[in-house]
């Protein structure tokens, strides 16, 4: 029987971090940014079926870049866990910060666990609150940790250079069509420093909106409303629910 | 209790397992004390005293559908509440109202609300109107045993149904047996008095502000005949809860709105006691 070679811990950390790390590079990245009446997840997606921004409850989305299959397992499980929370206590005990450590516990139980392979990805839980004050954006890397984030957030692939590209641009108080395409040029620039074009179709975008009536405030930003957000000129104030005041103003601007 | 104690640990394997996009199945198998039916009670003799709900309408028109229900619970022959709500949205297009046992109306109905918007999130659509009228015959034919009990419920269903451009009802029997109603259904022990009063005044080409009327009326002549049914309390500005369903999703009417209706409605009564006529012939 051969003796095992000895594997530092620290060693064999680094190993897996960086197979993970490898792993979501290989995937598009996402970003979220807040805005003035809530939060706009942007995602370059061409699927349309297979969604990279999801609701979990009332006031909390979930987006994620990686492994499909394995952040669709942690999506489906948070729902899970919203919906009996929901249902044994009340609407209002669902919290983006309950999810967020659930998730956080769960990432890192398997980076840390040797017989499970950690997972390639990384994982983001926002919540928007009555105020732009009051929104919480959480980022859980595939080790597990989870870093509190506000304004704007990039993960996946080329996450660092869209961050920061992002963070010299980004104002809070930016409205749905400014912060969108702020988004859409942050998502399109090239690692070297190029820019590519993205199109629509391309794009996988949904908004968390304080200000919508329902009570579910997640709402998916499609086709039509999506090419007038994109086209609108720079500076415009679209305001208020997203769907109709976005479309009138650039149906304004076509004339 | 399950969930909670894993609350700050990691999430249990059950919620990470792939399976059904159905939150009572995942219940099942993950905390099946939380199921509603799932208790077990020890016999009883006679008839349980609870608090019941009593008579819920329903009425299609051209854009849709309207679903209403009086606001009296009783407990025997005392009035236990004077303004309940007895008809919830089920979701964006369809709502349900409930007649029965009010503890476990609620229960069953605040089930069915998330059983739908469950399968919503975890699919990435909605169920068909004939898919969620399913579910819920499927949620009062596990609540059998308890009605035999006396704890029965009894549910009308209605929603819009988007595939087919049109409002449409369903109702159920205490063993889940499902019948899809044409123009209007009513349930609950003022029910009957309820029919008759939609049968004679229900037309399918009425507008939606017509079709409240006709809801309110039948609710009118139910509270007339039924002790258990309530009228509109012009005193305490209690009236009943009206929805309306249409392609551009469902809407509860106002206070200002109903209250406008019930008072005329109630006006109407003074000179007329028994109601609008129809024609004999």
Do not use: C, W
Not at chain 1, 157 to 176: A, E, F, P, T
């Amino acid at each position: 029987m051969s003796t095992p070679f000895y594997v530092s811990p620290q060693q064999a950390m680094a190993d897996r971090a960086e197979y993970a790390r490898k792993g979501i590079a290989r995937g598009r990245s996402l970003v979220v940014l807040q805005y003035a009446d809530g939060i706009v997840f942007v995602a370059e997606n061409p699927s349309r079926a297979l969604h990279k921004v999801s609701e979990i409850y009332d006031r909390i989305a979930f987006a994620a870049t990686g492994k499909y299959n394995e952040y669709e397992s942690l999506r489906i499980g948070g729902t899970r866990y919203a919906d009996l929370r929901g249902y044994t206590y009340d609407r209002q005990d669902v919290t983006a910060r309950g999810l967020a450590n659930l998730y956080a516990q769960t990432l890192g139980t398997i980076f840390s666990a040797t017989v499970e392979k950690p997972y390639e990805v990384e994982l983001l839980v926002a919540e928007v609150g009555a105020t732009p004050a009051e929104d919480e954006i959480y980022r859980l890397p595939h080790d597990g940790s989870i870093i509190d984030e506000h304004g704007s957030v990039a993960v996946g692939g080329n996450s660092d250079q869209i961050g920061s590209y992002l963070s010299q641009r980004h104002r809070d108080d930016m409205d749905l069509g400014e912060a969108l395409r702020l988004a859409v040029a942050s998502l399109a620039r090239e690692s070297g420093g190029g820019e590519r074009e993205l199109s629509n179709d391309q794009l996988e975008v949904a908004v968390l909106d304080r200000k919508r009536p329902q009570q579910r405030k997640f709402k998916r930003v499609l086709n039509r409303q999506l090419t007038a957000l994109l086209a609108e000129p720079g500076g415009g104030s679209a305001e208020g629910e997203p769907s109709e005041s976005a479309d009138e103003a650039a149906e304004g601007s076509e004339e | 209790m399950a969930a909670n104690s894993h609350d700050h640990g990691r999430l249990p394997a059950a919620f990470l397992r792939p399976g059904s996009s159905s939150f009572m199945d995942f219940l099942t198998e993950h905390a099946p004390e939380r199921l509603p039916n799932n208790r077990g009670l020890p016999p009883v003799e006679g008839p349980l005293e609870a608090v019941h709900g009593t008579t819920i309408v329903a009425a299609s028109f051209a854009g849709g559908v309207v679903l209403a229900g009086d606001r009296r619970a009783t407990m025997g022959n005392v009035i236990a509440t004077k303004d309940m709500e007895k008809v919830f949205p089920a979701d964006e297009f369809s709502a349900v109202g409930i007649a029965g046992t009010a503890g476990i109306a609620v229960e069953l109905v605040k089930l069915f609300q998330l059983e739908l918007e469950h399968f919503e999130k975890v699919e990435g659509e909605v169920l068909s109107l004939e898919g969620k009228a399913n579910r819920l015959a499927a949620m009062i034919r596990g609540n059998l045993g308890m009605a035999m009990q006396g704890l029965a419920v009894v549910p009308l269903f209605a929603g819009y149904d988007l595939d087919r451009d049109r409002g449409r009802i369903f109702s159920y029997d205490v063993a889940g047996g499902r019948t899809e109603e044409q123009g209007f259904a009513s349930v609950g022990s003022g029910s009957v008095f309820a029919r008759g009063s939609l049968k004679k005044l229900h037309r399918a080409d009425l507008t939606e502000e017509q079709i409240v009327t006709v809801v309110v009326q039948a609710l009118y002549d139910a509270a007339d005949d039924d002790s258990a049914t309530g009228g509109p309390d012009l005193v305490r500005r209690i009236y009943p809860i009206v929805m309306v369903i249409t392609e551009d999703g469902i809407r509860r009417l106002t206070q200002e709105e109903i209250s406008e209706v019930a008072r005329a409605v109630h006006e109407g009564r003074l000179q007329l006691p028994n109601g609008p006529q129809a024609p004999i012939v």
